[in-house]
């Protein structure tokens, strides 16, 4: 499968990513594809590769491209859980200076982007934060995206006057969200899922049996394969119905 490493002009920048797809001449639909915390890595490269096989133009950007190109900083092969802390630590202020205005700068230029290579609307998935990401990109871009997904997501509902749950109200996407069993509280999935049906969203959320934060990711303590194959065989329905179909 075709795939290059790309510089994609935003606001502030210049963002490396990654893009995977088919080994043809002709356009295909596009889809935006957030990381996790741990940014991109050759663990998202192989997922880009995978739906690029299905017949999509896909896009992983590098989340913190204002720090370098990706990785910012050098990671293990597997991060197991002996190291996983350390790497969130030495992250975790590039992830907070990841604020929602540069979110949707660096959307804008992605879709603008993925548009221009590709057919029609796009999709948006994310995994962790990136669920979120993903969430705040189809809210913000009514008409550009057709779809978004978000697996183990982190952070939907939160206290923030601008908590991604907040803004469901200018979604015109599908959405699915693919759940381990600790991601959010029952509260908090209620209150999620009440805003959704209160937006008229069409929505499916699901609690993805004996999984925990992270299943989709085989380079970690948290990787699951039978979780892994039932959020594969979820997305590539929800982009079927989507951007083929739709």
Do not use: W
């Not at 210049?14 to 915390?37: T, W």
């Amino acid at each position: 499968m075709p795939a290059e490493t790309l510089q994609i002009p935003t606001a502030d920048g210049q963002a490396d990513a990654f893009a995977a797809f088919p080994d043809d001449d002709r356009k295909h639909p596009g889809v935006l594809l957030y990381p996790d915390a741990f940014g991109l890595r050759p663990e998202l490269e192989k997922k880009a590769r995978e739906l690029a096989g299905h017949g999509y133009y896909v896009l992983v950007p590098n989340l913190y491209y204002r720090h370098g190109p990706a990785p910012v900083i050098t990671l293990p092969e597997h991060i197991g859980e002996d190291v996983r802390p350390a790497v969130i630590a030495r992250l975790m202020p590039l992830l907070e200076q990841h604020t929602t205005e540069r979110i949707l700068r660096d959307a804008d230029a992605y879709l603008g982007f993925l548009t221009e290579v590709g057919t029609g609307p796009v999709a948006v998935t994310g995994y962790c934060i990136g669920g979120a990401l993903a969430l705040r990109t189809a809210a913000a871009n009514p008409g550009r995206v057709a779809a978004v997904a978000g697996f183990h997501p982190g952070f939907l509902v939160t206290d923030a006057p601008d908590s991604p749950h907040r803004l469901v109200a200018g979604l015109t996407a599908e959405v699915h969200l693919g759940l381990s069993e600790n991601d959010m509280s029952a509260e908090a999935l209620g209150e999620l899922t009440r805003a959704l049906d209160a937006a008229g969203v069409s929505h499916t959320t699901e609690i993805y049996p004996g999984t925990v934060h992270g299943f989709t990711m085989s380079d970690t303590d948290a990787f699951d394969a039978a979780g892994e194959r039932r959020h594969r065989d979820r997305l590539l329905a929800l982009l079927d119905r989507t951007l083929v179909a739709g």
